[in-house]
């Protein structure tokens, strides 16, 4: 039995420890020739079955420049000094991808067109989201002038941004959060089934792809990152820069970090909590210690399933597992890597940026990866937001073409 003060404590650093990365924040027309930025069309594989596949795709409405511009004005807007030049067009597409077991499931993401003179190509922008506890937040539950997506496509991109797993037209299955592969799977696939749409819409791309994402968005955009260079996808062609931001990408070091943090501010309860001692408690203080990281992690008007394994593994100090199927920080990416992070960051440790940015060096990335600090006073998870966007159109601006 757990007494009520020993109860609270331990959820005080329920919200602390798992809270690693919640919270986060998060050109039409009728030419479909694609190049590779150099005037080379290159080859277009077949629509795919299975994995990929488009299902459905649905009008989402027009949001002209002046209505995000006003956006853009709140005090809660994401994005500062953006000056939106298109009306924005969104779509809602549907698709094939795997969920957490490998199954297939059918998910949705959003695609948002910059309203651009009849044949003008524009680059291609995925765009990973936060954290999300709501269904109704989902991007392509979403398409409104503040919506990041939509910010970014009235700049000259077509922007993707798959709603995950768990979300929008797969709302009911546990969303694989922390979980690499269908992490990955969820945007890859997401990047093949807009390939076919715009081709079948005659929305022309210019060949060139970036992915992006902050917290949880970042820690999807570098395990996206990764499976595509793992497997040699055919997306590998136009992709030219990804822009990670404040992610968990060294899921052990994010963990390990919080955890100290808890035992400076609490050592009884650290202690009991430290990863590999709940093992030698009973079963029923395991059971109740899960429950209360599980209702730590949730907030209460939370509508949408997390996949609780990332947790139950971590409790058990599955230090392989974390490794192999979580963390997707060690490994050496052939394309630059521009991370960033704020110093000050309690959400997500600045740890885990600069222990990616070390194991990609040591594996030969060299100058390939780069970490760029967040200047903002405090450099926190929160206020670090604005300032990342700021930087990856700064870092994007001198590669894409025809915005």
């Given amino acids: 039995m757990f007494t009520p003060l020993l109860s609270s404590g331990i959820r005080r650093v329920c919200a602390l420890a798992l809270a690693a990365s919640l919270a986060a924040c998060g050109g039409g027309g009728n030419d479909d020739t694609v190049t590779d930025g150099g005037g080379t069309p290159p080859v277009r594989p077949a629509d795919p079955e299975g994995a990929g596949q488009l299902q459905a795709a649905t009008l989402l409405g027009t949001v002209a420049a002046a209505d995000i511009a006003a956006a853009l004005t709140s005090e809660e807007s994401l994005a500062q000094d953006v000056v939106p030049r298109y009306a924005v067009t969104s779509y809602r597409l549907e698709y094939l991808t795997t969920d957490a077991d490998g199954k297939a499931v059918r998910a949705s993401g959003l695609v ?80 093949t089934a807009a390939r076919t749409w715009r081709g079948q819409a005659n929305v022309a791309d210019n060949g060139q792809l970036f992915l992006t994402g902050y917290s949880e968005g970042g820690y999807v955009t570098m395990a996206a990152h990764r499976a595509l260079q793992t497997s040699g996808s055919s997306h590998l062609q136009q992709l030219r820069m990804v822009v990670p931001g404040a992610g ?52 209460g008007d939370a509508d949408v399933v997390y996949d609780a394994r990332f947790i139950d593994r971590f409790l058990d100090d599955d230090v392989p597992y974390i490794a192999e199927f979580s963390s997707v920080h060690d490994w050496k990416p052939n394309l630059p890597v521009r991370l960033y992070h704020g110093q000050d960051d309690r959400t997500v440790p600045y740890a885990s940026s600069a222990s990616t940015l070390q194991a990609m060096q040591q594996r030969g990335a060299g100058d390939l990866v780069s970490l760029t600090d967040c200047r ?28």
């Avoid at 030698?280 to 730590?296: F, H, K, N, P, T």
């Avoid at 998870?381 to 990856?392: D, E, W, Y």
């Fill in 112 to 191: 948002s067109v910059p309203q651009k003179a009849p044949g003008a190509k524009s680059p291609v922008l995925s765009y990973q989201h936060g954290t999300l506890f709501r269904d109704a937040e989902a991007p392509s539950n979403n398409a409104v002038a503040s919506e990041v997506a939509v910010v970014l496509a009235s700049l000259g991109y077509i922007v993707l941004a798959p709603d995950y797993v768990g979300f929008g037209a797969s709302k009911g299955t546990p969303h694989p959060y922390l979980l690499a592969a269908p992490s990955a799977a969820a945007t890859v696939d997401f990047l």
């Fill in 248 to 299: 968990p990408y060294n899921v052990q070091a994010t963990m390990d970090s919080l955890v100290d943090l808890v035992r400076d501010e609490q050592p009884v309860i650290g202690a009991l909590i430290n990863p590999g001692f709940l093992r030698y408690l009973g079963g029923s203080v395991q059971r109740e210690v899960r429950r209360l990281l599980l209702r730590a992690l949730m907030p």
């Fill in 376 to 403: 903002a006073q405090p450099a926190g998870h929160m206020q670090c937001v604005p300032p990342f966007i700021t930087f990856m159109l700064g870092q994007l601006a001198p590669v894409a073409q025809d915005l």
